[in-house]
């Protein structure tokens, strides 16, 4: 297999933050997402993507490949765990991923070798998945493995993070089983309780003079009017677009981000130096 370079994945120097590095996950995620982009190997990049975050997210994970990576190991190269690797102990719960998340040969030479066994339920046990926010919004089946057996269970619409699902006489010796829920992290969108929180880029006359676009939400893309004089930072409210509860559903709010793309001619060019004549910066 191929030694692969997480940095080079995220577009991102060995040396960045945290932060940055969560930026750009969310950049390349939104950018590949199989549901939105139309570019060649989408879904490939946005698997490669994912896998990548997944390291360097994570200090420990992120500590020992940057320890592999410093001995030597270039991307492209033949690569083969070198003895006792991953001797910490990568141990993390594969449910809580909803399953392997289709990571790749290296990534599972690296911390698959060591990582917990799936959670044998036990009387009164408790296992944890997580789910995508999409699923969380609209309820519906989900597979879950424990042990050698596949179940597939009903998550109602609306369920929160640390809520749990029992199932009656699915454990060990005729007990119950209890599944915590827990969120995967999403590129596009953030919660503040019941509120969807979604970041939207516009171009300055779209701000400037009023238009509507579309907007994703976790129920599909609607039409958003955006008035005329929009400020960046500025947020705007699709009511009841948020996450469903007992006394009905939240909103999604969309804050607008101004963002002028580069001129790529000449008359571009001419228009810009144009504006700043009209609009000076003071």
Not at 62 to 76: E, H, I, V
Not at 101 to 112: N, V
Not at 184 to 202: A, I, K, M, R
């Amino acid at each position: 297999m191929e030694f692969k370079d997480y940095y080079k994945a995220l577009g991102v120097e060995p040396t960045a933050s945290e932060a940055e590095i969560k930026t750009a996950y969310r950049r390349l995620a939104r950018k590949y997402h199989p549901d939105v982009s139309k570019e060649a190997g989408a879904e490939e990049r946005f698997k490669a993507v994912n896998e990548a975050y997944e390291v360097l997210k994570d200090k420990e994970k992120r500590t020992q490949y940057d320890q592999l990576k410093a001995s030597g190991y270039r991307p492209g190269e033949e690569f083969r765990p070198p003895p006792g690797f991953g001797g910490g102990g990568f141990q993390f719960d594969f449910n809580e991923m909803g399953g392997n998340a289709g990571f790749s040969d290296f990534f599972e030479s690296l911390f698959g070798g060591t990582r917990r066994a799936q959670p044998q339920p036990a009387v009164g046990s408790r296992v944890r998945l997580a789910i995508p926010l999409e699923r969380a919004f609209a309820g519906g089946k989900q597979k879950i493995r424990i042990g050698d057996r596949t179940l597939e269970i009903a998550i109602p619409a609306g369920i929160r993070p640390g809520q749990t699902i029992r199932l009656s006489g699915q454990g060990e010796r005729g007990g119950d089983l209890m599944i915590e829920i827990s969120y995967h992290e999403h590129p596009e969108f953030e919660l503040d309780g019941q509120n969807v929180l979604y970041t939207l880029s516009l171009m300055p006359w779209q701000a400037a003079l009023g238009a509507t676009v579309s907007v994703p939400t976790l129920g599909g893309k609607v039409g958003l009017k955006v008035p005329p004089e929009t400020d960046s930072g500025k947020r705007l409210r699709l009511k009841g677009r948020g996450m469903p509860g007992k006394a009905g559903n939240g909103d999604q709010l969309v804050e607008i981000e101004i963002t002028a793309p580069a001129p790529q001619t000449a008359e571009q060019e001419a228009l810009y130096k144009r504006m700043s004549e009209l609009f000076p910066a003071d």
